[in-house]
Protein backbone atom coordinates (compact mmCIF):
# COMPACT_ATOMS: atom_id res chain seq x y z
CA UNK A 1 0.00 0.00 0.00
CA UNK A 2 1.78 3.61 -1.33
CA UNK A 3 1.70 6.04 1.28
CA UNK A 4 3.22 8.85 0.43
CA UNK A 5 1.19 11.36 2.84
CA UNK A 6 -0.27 10.98 5.76
CA UNK A 7 -3.74 12.47 6.50
CA UNK A 8 -4.37 13.39 10.67
CA UNK A 9 -6.51 10.33 10.97
CA UNK A 10 -4.01 7.88 9.70
CA UNK A 11 -1.69 9.88 12.25
CA UNK A 12 -3.94 9.10 14.72
CA UNK A 13 -3.98 4.97 13.87
CA UNK A 14 -0.28 5.20 14.38
CA UNK A 15 -0.67 6.61 17.47
CA UNK A 16 -2.96 4.29 18.71
CA UNK A 17 -1.10 1.10 16.97
CA UNK A 18 2.58 2.17 18.56
CA UNK A 19 1.08 2.40 22.33
CA UNK A 20 -0.63 -0.88 21.42
CA UNK A 21 2.32 -2.60 20.13
CA UNK A 22 4.46 -1.21 22.89
CA UNK A 23 1.62 -2.32 25.67
CA UNK A 24 1.75 -6.13 24.46
CA UNK A 25 5.19 -6.28 24.61
CA UNK A 26 6.15 -4.07 27.93
CA UNK A 27 6.94 -7.18 29.93
CA UNK A 28 9.49 -8.51 27.27
CA UNK A 29 11.11 -4.92 27.46
CA UNK A 30 10.64 -4.34 31.82
CA UNK A 31 12.62 -8.12 31.41
CA UNK A 32 15.43 -6.05 29.91
CA UNK A 33 16.43 -3.84 32.95
CA UNK A 34 19.85 -4.59 33.80
CA UNK A 35 19.29 -4.59 37.60
CA UNK A 36 17.15 -7.82 38.24
CA UNK A 37 15.17 -6.43 41.16
CA UNK A 38 11.56 -5.25 41.55
CA UNK A 39 11.51 -2.03 40.61
CA UNK A 40 9.43 0.56 38.66
CA UNK A 41 10.54 -1.10 35.14
CA UNK A 42 10.89 0.74 31.79
CA UNK A 43 8.54 -1.00 29.69
CA UNK A 44 5.41 -0.60 31.68
CA UNK A 45 7.09 3.16 32.46
CA UNK A 46 6.65 3.80 28.61
CA UNK A 47 3.49 2.34 28.44
CA UNK A 48 1.88 4.50 30.85
CA UNK A 49 3.32 7.04 28.95
CA UNK A 50 2.27 6.52 25.26
CA UNK A 51 -1.11 5.12 26.31
CA UNK A 52 -1.52 8.50 27.75
CA UNK A 53 -0.49 9.99 24.76
CA UNK A 54 -3.00 7.77 22.85
CA UNK A 55 -5.37 8.28 24.91
CA UNK A 56 -5.21 12.35 24.44
CA UNK A 57 -4.76 11.73 20.91
CA UNK A 58 -8.36 10.22 20.47
CA UNK A 59 -9.70 12.89 22.63
CA UNK A 60 -9.11 15.37 19.86
CA UNK A 61 -11.54 14.07 17.79
CA UNK A 62 -11.99 12.87 13.89
CA UNK A 63 -12.13 16.26 12.63
CA UNK A 64 -8.87 17.01 13.86
CA UNK A 65 -5.88 18.71 11.93
CA UNK A 66 -2.05 17.09 12.25
CA UNK A 67 -0.91 20.08 14.16
CA UNK A 68 -4.17 19.25 16.91
CA UNK A 69 -3.05 15.98 16.79
CA UNK A 70 0.56 15.77 17.25
CA UNK A 71 0.07 18.80 19.94
CA UNK A 72 -2.88 16.15 21.89
CA UNK A 73 0.43 13.50 21.13
CA UNK A 74 2.73 15.85 23.21
CA UNK A 75 0.25 17.22 25.90
CA UNK A 76 -0.44 13.73 27.03
CA UNK A 77 3.01 12.43 26.86
CA UNK A 78 4.34 14.95 28.95
CA UNK A 79 1.43 15.05 31.71
CA UNK A 80 1.48 10.84 31.60
CA UNK A 81 5.04 10.59 31.58
CA UNK A 82 7.17 8.18 34.28
CA UNK A 83 10.48 7.29 34.79
CA UNK A 84 13.10 8.09 32.80
CA UNK A 85 12.26 6.50 29.94
CA UNK A 86 8.85 8.07 29.84
CA UNK A 87 10.07 11.28 30.18
CA UNK A 88 12.02 10.82 27.13
CA UNK A 89 9.57 10.01 25.07
CA UNK A 90 7.36 12.61 26.26
CA UNK A 91 10.25 14.82 25.05
CA UNK A 92 10.67 12.84 21.73
CA UNK A 93 6.92 13.25 21.07
CA UNK A 94 7.11 17.25 22.20
CA UNK A 95 10.12 17.93 19.25
CA UNK A 96 7.80 15.97 17.20
CA UNK A 97 4.76 18.31 17.37
CA UNK A 98 7.12 21.19 17.11
CA UNK A 99 8.45 20.03 13.99
CA UNK A 100 4.24 19.09 12.23
CA UNK A 101 3.19 22.81 13.51
CA UNK A 102 1.54 24.18 10.18
CA UNK A 103 1.51 20.60 8.57
CA UNK A 104 -1.78 19.96 6.91
CA UNK A 105 -0.39 16.44 5.61
CA UNK A 106 2.79 14.39 6.45
CA UNK A 107 5.10 13.48 3.87
CA UNK A 108 8.27 11.94 4.11
CA UNK A 109 10.22 14.76 4.35
CA UNK A 110 8.32 15.97 7.55
CA UNK A 111 8.19 13.00 9.16
CA UNK A 112 11.93 13.35 9.08
CA UNK A 113 11.98 16.58 10.14
CA UNK A 114 9.88 15.79 13.20
CA UNK A 115 12.02 12.96 14.27
CA UNK A 116 14.87 15.03 14.48
CA UNK A 117 13.27 17.57 16.09
CA UNK A 118 12.03 15.31 18.60
CA UNK A 119 15.81 14.16 18.96
CA UNK A 120 17.42 17.15 19.46
CA UNK A 121 14.33 17.78 22.32
CA UNK A 122 14.66 15.31 23.92
CA UNK A 123 18.63 15.49 24.39
CA UNK A 124 18.52 19.16 25.76
CA UNK A 125 16.20 17.84 28.16
CA UNK A 126 18.69 15.51 29.84
CA UNK A 127 21.51 16.98 31.95
CA UNK A 128 24.00 14.43 31.01
CA UNK A 129 23.02 12.38 27.64
CA UNK A 130 24.30 8.54 28.09
CA UNK A 131 25.03 6.74 24.60
CA UNK A 132 24.16 2.91 24.70
CA UNK A 133 20.26 4.31 25.93
CA UNK A 134 17.27 5.02 23.94
CA UNK A 135 18.48 8.92 23.14
CA UNK A 136 21.26 7.13 20.95
CA UNK A 137 18.63 4.61 19.20
CA UNK A 138 16.06 7.73 18.96
CA UNK A 139 18.94 9.63 16.94
CA UNK A 140 19.84 6.42 14.89
CA UNK A 141 16.56 6.15 13.76
CA UNK A 142 16.10 10.15 12.81
CA UNK A 143 18.81 10.10 11.00
CA UNK A 144 17.92 7.45 8.91
CA UNK A 145 14.72 9.10 8.05
CA UNK A 146 16.44 12.19 6.93
CA UNK A 147 18.53 10.23 4.76
CA UNK A 148 15.63 8.21 3.21
CA UNK A 149 13.52 11.17 2.96
CA UNK A 150 15.83 12.35 0.16
CA UNK A 151 15.00 9.65 -2.37
CA UNK A 152 11.72 7.83 -0.32
CA UNK A 153 8.94 8.89 -0.86
CA UNK A 154 6.73 6.30 0.52
CA UNK A 155 6.48 6.37 4.28
CA UNK A 156 5.87 2.80 4.99
CA UNK A 157 9.10 1.86 3.27
CA UNK A 158 10.65 4.83 5.18
CA UNK A 159 9.77 3.96 8.32
CA UNK A 160 10.48 -0.02 7.82
CA UNK A 161 13.95 1.94 6.79
CA UNK A 162 14.02 3.71 10.13
CA UNK A 163 13.18 0.57 12.09
CA UNK A 164 16.12 -1.34 10.34
CA UNK A 165 18.29 1.21 11.82
CA UNK A 166 17.11 1.03 14.98
CA UNK A 167 17.28 -2.43 15.55
CA UNK A 168 21.10 -2.08 14.46
CA UNK A 169 21.83 0.93 16.79
CA UNK A 170 20.41 -0.98 19.45
CA UNK A 171 22.29 -4.26 19.43
CA UNK A 172 25.10 -1.95 19.44
CA UNK A 173 24.27 -0.51 22.54
CA UNK A 174 26.01 -3.31 24.73
CA UNK A 175 29.15 -1.97 23.51
CA UNK A 176 28.79 1.67 24.32
CA UNK A 177 27.24 0.90 27.51
CA UNK A 178 29.31 -1.84 29.89
CA UNK A 179 26.56 -2.40 32.35
CA UNK A 180 24.72 -3.93 29.05
CA UNK A 181 27.62 -5.82 28.03
CA UNK A 182 27.84 -7.36 31.49
CA UNK A 183 24.04 -8.04 32.18
CA UNK A 184 23.81 -9.60 28.53
CA UNK A 185 20.99 -7.42 27.67
CA UNK A 186 20.27 -4.28 24.69
CA UNK A 187 18.84 -1.03 26.39
CA UNK A 188 15.20 -1.18 27.68
CA UNK A 189 14.24 2.05 26.34
CA UNK A 190 15.52 1.47 23.00
CA UNK A 191 13.70 -1.69 22.29
CA UNK A 192 10.32 -0.59 23.93
CA UNK A 193 10.92 2.73 21.47
CA UNK A 194 11.32 -0.24 18.96
CA UNK A 195 8.05 -1.62 19.47
CA UNK A 196 6.10 1.96 18.86
CA UNK A 197 7.45 2.42 15.39
CA UNK A 198 6.74 -1.12 14.50
CA UNK A 199 3.31 -0.82 15.51
CA UNK A 200 3.11 2.89 13.58
CA UNK A 201 4.60 0.59 10.43
CA UNK A 202 2.07 -1.93 11.20
CA UNK A 203 -1.28 0.99 10.65
CA UNK A 204 0.66 2.09 7.41
CA UNK A 205 1.25 -1.08 5.62
CA UNK A 206 -2.48 -3.03 7.39
CA UNK A 207 -6.00 -1.96 6.79
CA UNK A 208 -7.52 -3.61 9.65
CA UNK A 209 -5.24 -1.53 12.41
CA UNK A 210 -7.72 -0.10 14.53
CA UNK A 211 -8.40 3.16 16.56
CA UNK A 212 -9.27 0.84 19.54
CA UNK A 213 -6.85 1.25 22.57
CA UNK A 214 -5.94 -2.26 23.83
CA UNK A 215 -4.60 -0.95 27.89
CA UNK A 216 -3.97 -3.63 30.17
CA UNK A 217 -2.24 -1.37 32.47
CA UNK A 218 -4.01 -0.75 35.89
CA UNK A 219 -2.33 2.18 37.92
CA UNK A 220 -2.28 0.94 41.45
CA UNK A 221 -2.22 3.05 44.39
CA UNK A 222 -2.30 2.68 48.09
CA UNK A 223 -5.65 3.61 49.83
CA UNK A 224 -4.53 5.83 52.97
CA UNK A 225 -5.12 4.08 56.52
CA UNK A 226 -8.15 6.02 56.88
CA UNK A 227 -10.24 7.30 53.86
CA UNK A 228 -13.29 9.66 54.29
CA UNK A 229 -16.00 9.28 52.01
CA UNK A 230 -16.69 11.78 49.43
CA UNK A 231 -19.32 13.75 51.03
CA UNK A 232 -17.35 13.78 54.48
CA UNK A 233 -14.72 15.11 53.04
CA UNK A 234 -15.93 17.71 51.29
CA UNK A 235 -18.06 18.50 54.52
CA UNK A 236 -14.66 19.35 56.10
CA UNK A 237 -14.98 22.55 55.15
CA UNK A 238 -17.87 25.37 54.14
CA UNK A 239 -18.70 26.56 49.85
CA UNK A 240 -17.72 30.03 51.23
CA UNK A 241 -14.24 28.76 52.04
CA UNK A 242 -13.71 28.63 48.69
CA UNK A 243 -11.52 31.91 47.75
CA UNK A 244 -11.74 31.99 44.14
CA UNK A 245 -15.36 30.07 42.68
CA UNK A 246 -14.24 30.01 39.10
CA UNK A 247 -12.60 27.57 37.81
CA UNK A 248 -11.45 28.58 33.81
CA UNK A 249 -9.60 27.00 31.12
CA UNK A 250 -9.03 27.82 27.89
CA UNK A 251 -6.42 28.59 25.13
CA UNK A 252 -5.31 31.58 23.76
CA UNK A 253 -4.22 31.50 19.96
CA UNK A 254 -2.26 34.36 19.12
CA UNK A 255 1.06 35.38 17.67
CA UNK A 256 4.56 35.40 19.09
CA UNK A 257 2.72 34.08 22.32
CA UNK A 258 5.59 33.61 23.95
CA UNK A 259 6.33 37.07 24.09
CA UNK A 260 3.11 37.48 25.78
CA UNK A 261 3.12 34.72 28.28
CA UNK A 262 4.78 37.14 31.16
CA UNK A 263 2.08 39.49 31.17
CA UNK A 264 -0.75 37.36 30.57
CA UNK A 265 0.44 35.48 34.38
CA UNK A 266 0.92 38.90 35.94
CA UNK A 267 -2.55 40.01 34.93
CA UNK A 268 -4.46 36.89 35.83
CA UNK A 269 -2.13 36.12 39.13
CA UNK A 270 -3.82 39.76 39.91
CA UNK A 271 -7.49 38.54 40.03
CA UNK A 272 -6.92 33.96 41.08
CA UNK A 273 -4.83 31.78 41.76
CA UNK A 274 -4.05 28.18 41.21
CA UNK A 275 -2.70 29.55 37.80
CA UNK A 276 -0.86 27.88 34.62
CA UNK A 277 0.37 29.82 31.73
CA UNK A 278 1.80 27.51 29.28
CA UNK A 279 3.31 28.93 25.99
CA UNK A 280 4.13 27.00 22.70
CA UNK A 281 4.91 29.20 19.86
CA UNK A 282 1.30 30.54 18.63
CA UNK A 283 -0.67 29.17 21.35
CA UNK A 284 -0.90 29.83 25.25
CA UNK A 285 -2.51 27.53 27.57
CA UNK A 286 -4.90 29.21 30.47
CA UNK A 287 -5.52 27.53 33.78
CA UNK A 288 -6.89 30.00 36.91
CA UNK A 289 -9.02 30.08 39.67
CA UNK A 290 -11.28 33.52 39.85
CA UNK A 291 -13.86 35.23 40.66
CA UNK A 292 -15.03 36.90 37.16
CA UNK A 293 -13.69 34.70 34.45
CA UNK A 294 -15.03 37.10 32.29
CA UNK A 295 -11.97 39.37 32.90
CA UNK A 296 -9.77 36.37 32.11
CA UNK A 297 -10.88 35.32 28.86
CA UNK A 298 -11.33 39.39 27.39
CA UNK A 299 -7.48 39.50 28.55
CA UNK A 300 -7.27 36.41 26.11
CA UNK A 301 -9.33 38.12 23.56
CA UNK A 302 -7.22 41.28 23.40
CA UNK A 303 -4.28 39.35 21.96
CA UNK A 304 -6.18 36.54 20.22
CA UNK A 305 -8.52 34.38 19.36
CA UNK A 306 -10.12 30.99 22.24
CA UNK A 307 -10.98 27.30 21.91
CA UNK A 308 -11.18 24.66 24.47
CA UNK A 309 -12.68 26.99 26.68
CA UNK A 310 -14.27 25.25 30.08
CA UNK A 311 -15.77 26.93 33.13
CA UNK A 312 -16.91 25.34 36.45
CA UNK A 313 -18.64 26.90 39.34
CA UNK A 314 -16.48 25.30 42.25
CA UNK A 315 -18.87 26.32 44.69
CA UNK A 316 -22.09 25.04 43.07
CA UNK A 317 -19.89 21.74 42.36
CA UNK A 318 -19.04 21.72 46.44
CA UNK A 319 -22.84 22.04 47.15
CA UNK A 320 -24.21 19.56 44.86
CA UNK A 321 -21.96 17.32 46.09
CA UNK A 322 -22.50 17.62 49.51
CA UNK A 323 -26.46 17.01 48.67
CA UNK A 324 -25.65 14.05 47.05
CA UNK A 325 -23.26 11.94 49.40
CA UNK A 326 -24.31 13.44 52.69
CA UNK A 327 -27.50 12.09 54.49
CA UNK A 328 -30.09 14.86 54.98
CA UNK A 329 -30.48 13.82 59.07
CA UNK A 330 -26.61 14.31 59.37
CA UNK A 331 -24.73 15.92 61.34
CA UNK A 332 -22.40 18.43 59.82
CA UNK A 333 -19.31 17.93 61.05
CA UNK A 334 -17.24 21.07 62.33
CA UNK A 335 -15.45 23.41 60.16
CA UNK A 336 -12.11 23.07 58.66
CA UNK A 337 -10.06 26.10 57.82
CA UNK A 338 -8.71 25.96 54.32
CA UNK A 339 -4.45 25.37 53.89
CA UNK A 340 -3.24 28.25 55.11
CA UNK A 341 -1.01 29.97 52.67
CA UNK A 342 2.94 29.85 53.31
CA UNK A 343 6.56 30.16 52.39
CA UNK A 344 7.52 26.63 51.73
CA UNK A 345 6.12 23.35 51.32
CA UNK A 346 7.03 19.98 50.58
CA UNK A 347 6.53 17.09 47.90
CA UNK A 348 8.03 13.24 49.17
CA UNK A 349 7.93 10.26 47.42
CA UNK A 350 7.59 7.14 49.20
CA UNK A 351 6.14 3.26 49.30
CA UNK A 352 5.31 2.11 52.84
CA UNK A 353 3.38 3.74 55.57
CA UNK A 354 6.22 3.47 57.96
CA UNK A 355 8.24 6.08 55.67
CA UNK A 356 5.33 7.90 55.15
CA UNK A 357 4.45 8.47 58.33
CA UNK A 358 8.68 9.68 58.81
CA UNK A 359 8.31 12.23 56.21
CA UNK A 360 5.14 13.78 57.42
CA UNK A 361 6.13 14.57 60.54
CA UNK A 362 9.14 16.13 59.45
CA UNK A 363 6.97 18.09 57.81
CA UNK A 364 6.09 17.18 53.89
CA UNK A 365 2.56 18.48 52.76
CA UNK A 366 2.07 16.10 50.03
CA UNK A 367 3.50 12.45 49.90
CA UNK A 368 2.77 10.75 46.20
CA UNK A 369 2.84 6.54 47.23
CA UNK A 370 5.15 5.04 44.28
CA UNK A 371 8.99 4.78 43.66
CA UNK A 372 9.70 1.51 43.56
CA UNK A 373 7.09 -0.35 42.72
CA UNK A 374 5.01 2.16 40.43
CA UNK A 375 6.96 5.56 39.21
CA UNK A 376 4.52 8.93 39.72
CA UNK A 377 3.53 10.68 36.52
CA UNK A 378 4.01 14.17 35.97
CA UNK A 379 0.53 14.69 36.14
CA UNK A 380 0.91 13.50 39.72
CA UNK A 381 3.25 16.08 40.76
CA UNK A 382 1.25 18.54 39.46
CA UNK A 383 -2.16 17.23 40.98
CA UNK A 384 -0.09 17.37 44.16
CA UNK A 385 1.86 20.62 43.65
CA UNK A 386 -2.06 22.22 43.38
CA UNK A 387 -2.58 21.15 47.06
CA UNK A 388 0.08 23.00 48.30
CA UNK A 389 -0.58 26.79 49.46
CA UNK A 390 3.21 27.82 49.22
CA UNK A 391 5.22 30.10 47.28
CA UNK A 392 8.15 27.93 47.16
CA UNK A 393 7.77 24.32 46.83
CA UNK A 394 10.32 21.42 47.17
CA UNK A 395 10.22 18.18 45.60
CA UNK A 396 12.30 15.01 47.14
CA UNK A 397 11.82 12.16 44.50
CA UNK A 398 13.58 9.65 46.53
CA UNK A 399 14.67 7.93 43.54
CA UNK A 400 16.84 8.37 40.28
CA UNK A 401 14.41 7.42 37.78
CA UNK A 402 11.23 9.94 39.03
CA UNK A 403 13.89 13.17 39.04
CA UNK A 404 13.19 13.80 35.47
CA UNK A 405 9.65 13.58 35.97
CA UNK A 406 10.30 15.95 38.90
CA UNK A 407 12.06 18.17 36.92
CA UNK A 408 9.29 18.28 34.51
CA UNK A 409 6.54 19.09 36.23
CA UNK A 410 8.02 21.60 38.05
CA UNK A 411 8.52 23.45 34.27
CA UNK A 412 4.97 23.61 33.69
CA UNK A 413 4.31 25.57 37.17
CA UNK A 414 4.57 29.43 37.08
CA UNK A 415 3.08 30.81 39.67
CA UNK A 416 5.00 29.07 42.33
CA UNK A 417 8.89 27.98 42.53
CA UNK A 418 9.09 24.52 42.29
CA UNK A 419 12.79 23.69 43.43
CA UNK A 420 13.59 19.61 42.91
CA UNK A 421 15.95 18.18 45.25
CA UNK A 422 17.76 15.20 43.71
CA UNK A 423 17.21 12.83 46.17
CA UNK A 424 17.44 9.05 45.02
CA UNK A 425 16.30 7.30 47.66
CA UNK A 426 14.04 7.64 50.95
CA UNK A 427 17.12 8.25 53.63
CA UNK A 428 18.19 11.16 51.34
CA UNK A 429 14.67 12.57 51.58
CA UNK A 430 14.86 12.58 55.35
CA UNK A 431 18.07 14.16 55.54
CA UNK A 432 17.23 16.79 53.14
CA UNK A 433 14.02 17.82 55.13
CA UNK A 434 16.25 17.38 58.41
CA UNK A 435 18.30 20.24 56.71
CA UNK A 436 15.69 22.73 56.04
CA UNK A 437 15.84 25.75 57.67
CA UNK A 438 13.19 28.20 57.51
CA UNK A 439 14.96 31.48 58.18
CA UNK A 440 16.90 30.87 55.11
CA UNK A 441 15.97 31.16 51.04
CA UNK A 442 14.52 28.32 49.19
CA UNK A 443 17.90 28.61 46.73
CA UNK A 444 19.79 28.60 50.18
CA UNK A 445 17.74 25.83 51.38
CA UNK A 446 17.85 23.88 48.06
CA UNK A 447 22.12 24.27 48.36
CA UNK A 448 22.29 23.00 51.94
CA UNK A 449 19.78 19.83 51.46
CA UNK A 450 21.86 18.89 48.19
CA UNK A 451 24.56 18.93 50.19
CA UNK A 452 23.74 17.05 52.90
CA UNK A 453 22.26 14.57 51.12
CA UNK A 454 25.47 14.00 49.40
CA UNK A 455 26.71 12.39 53.05
CA UNK A 456 24.27 9.65 53.03
CA UNK A 457 24.91 6.31 52.14
CA UNK A 458 22.56 3.65 51.74
CA UNK A 459 22.42 -0.25 52.05
CA UNK A 460 19.26 -2.02 50.28
CA UNK A 461 18.08 -5.49 50.72
CA UNK A 462 15.54 -7.07 48.01
CA UNK A 463 15.58 -10.24 45.60
CA UNK A 464 16.20 -11.00 41.93
CA UNK A 465 13.64 -11.68 39.74
CA UNK A 466 15.18 -13.34 37.08
CA UNK A 467 18.27 -15.22 36.81
CA UNK A 468 20.86 -12.77 35.12
CA UNK A 469 24.79 -12.25 34.90
CA UNK A 470 25.93 -8.47 36.31
CA UNK A 471 30.07 -8.29 36.21
CA UNK A 472 31.53 -10.84 39.09
CA UNK A 473 27.28 -12.08 40.03
CA UNK A 474 25.86 -15.22 38.39
CA UNK A 475 22.46 -14.39 40.07
CA UNK A 476 19.54 -17.07 40.56
CA UNK A 477 15.93 -15.92 40.92
CA UNK A 478 15.12 -15.23 44.23
CA UNK A 479 18.39 -14.74 44.99
CA UNK A 480 19.12 -11.96 48.06
CA UNK A 481 20.64 -8.68 46.54
CA UNK A 482 22.67 -6.13 48.73
CA UNK A 483 22.42 -2.56 46.33
CA UNK A 484 24.98 -0.04 48.08
CA UNK A 485 24.09 3.41 46.95
CA UNK A 486 22.02 2.17 44.12
CA UNK A 487 25.22 -0.54 42.74
CA UNK A 488 24.96 -4.34 43.16
CA UNK A 489 27.15 -4.91 45.58
CA UNK A 490 26.12 -8.35 47.79
CA UNK A 491 24.63 -11.43 46.57
CA UNK A 492 23.54 -14.35 48.66
CA UNK A 493 20.54 -16.72 49.04
CA UNK A 494 20.66 -15.38 53.10
CA UNK A 495 19.04 -12.36 53.59
CA UNK A 496 20.87 -12.11 57.15
CA UNK A 497 24.44 -12.29 55.10
CA UNK A 498 23.33 -9.87 52.87
CA UNK A 499 22.72 -7.61 55.22
CA UNK A 500 25.93 -8.03 57.89
CA UNK A 501 28.14 -7.75 54.66
CA UNK A 502 26.19 -4.22 53.53
CA UNK A 503 26.68 -3.25 56.95
CA UNK A 504 30.32 -4.15 57.54
CA UNK A 505 30.78 -1.88 54.22
CA UNK A 506 28.71 1.24 55.24
CA UNK A 507 31.13 0.54 58.57
CA UNK A 508 34.06 1.35 56.10
CA UNK A 509 33.24 4.62 55.32
CA UNK A 510 33.91 5.82 58.97
CA UNK A 511 29.95 7.12 59.46
CA UNK A 512 28.37 8.00 63.04
CA UNK A 513 24.67 7.62 62.57
CA UNK A 514 23.23 4.46 61.13
CA UNK A 515 19.15 3.91 60.48
CA UNK A 516 17.79 0.43 59.68
CA UNK A 517 14.37 0.59 58.26
CA UNK A 518 12.65 -2.29 58.63
CA UNK A 519 9.70 -3.80 55.44
CA UNK A 520 7.01 -5.56 55.52
CA UNK A 521 8.52 -8.87 55.15
CA UNK A 522 10.65 -8.04 58.08
CA UNK A 523 10.22 -7.80 61.99
CA UNK A 524 11.17 -5.80 64.93
CA UNK A 525 13.38 -8.10 66.23
CA UNK A 526 15.12 -9.11 63.01
CA UNK A 527 15.90 -5.34 62.58
CA UNK A 528 17.10 -4.73 65.87
CA UNK A 529 19.54 -7.70 65.47
CA UNK A 530 20.68 -5.82 62.97
CA UNK A 531 21.27 -2.79 64.76
CA UNK A 532 23.00 -4.81 67.64
CA UNK A 533 25.23 -5.75 64.71
CA UNK A 534 26.08 -2.55 64.11
CA UNK A 535 26.31 -1.47 67.47
CA UNK A 536 29.23 -4.24 67.82
CA UNK A 537 31.40 -2.80 64.79
CA UNK A 538 30.92 1.13 65.68
CA UNK A 539 30.34 1.22 69.59
CA UNK A 540 30.77 5.00 69.43
CA UNK A 541 28.12 5.21 66.89
CA UNK A 542 24.35 6.40 67.06
CA UNK A 543 21.63 3.54 65.81
CA UNK A 544 18.14 4.02 65.05
CA UNK A 545 15.56 1.33 64.02
CA UNK A 546 11.88 2.33 62.39
CA UNK A 547 9.83 0.38 60.68
CA UNK A 548 9.41 1.65 57.70
CA UNK A 549 6.68 -0.53 55.79
CA UNK A 550 8.46 -0.52 52.32
CA UNK A 551 7.40 -3.73 49.87
CA UNK A 552 10.04 -5.61 48.24
CA UNK A 553 13.32 -4.26 50.16
CA UNK A 554 13.58 -6.03 53.52
CA UNK A 555 15.67 -3.24 54.79
CA UNK A 556 16.78 -0.02 53.88
CA UNK A 557 20.08 0.86 55.66
CA UNK A 558 21.72 4.29 55.91
CA UNK A 559 24.96 5.94 57.28
CA UNK A 560 25.81 9.23 57.40
Known sequence: MLSNRLDAEQFRRMIVAGANRLEANKKEVDELNVFPVPDGDTGTNMSLTVMSAAREVLKAGDDASVEVVAKALSSGALRGARGNSGVIVSQL???MYRGLKGTEEIDAAAWANAMRQGVETAYKAVMRPKEGTILTVARGMAEAAVDAAIEEEDLAELLKLVIERGEEVLEKTPDMLPVLKEAGVVDAGGKGLLYIYKGMYEALTDENVSLELTDTTAVKKEEPAEVKAPGQAQAAFDTESITYGYCTEFIVHCAQAEQHEEMMRAYLSSIGDSLVVVADDDLIKIHVHTNDPGLAIQKGLSIGYLSNMKIDNMRLQHQNLLMQEMPQEAEAPEKEAPAEHKEFGFIAVSMGEGLTKILKEL??????????????????????????NADHIFILPNNKNIILAAQQAAALIQDKEILVVQTRNVPQGITAMLNFASDFSAEENLKMMEEAIQEVHTGMTTFAIRDTHLGDFEIHKDDILGMLDGELSVVDRDVDVVSKELIDRLVEMDKELF???????????SAQALADYIMQKMPDGEVEVHDGGQPLYHYIISAE
Open 93 to 95: FRG
Open 515 to 525: TVYYGEDATPD
Open 363 to 388: GVDQVITGGQTMNPSTEDVLNAIEKI
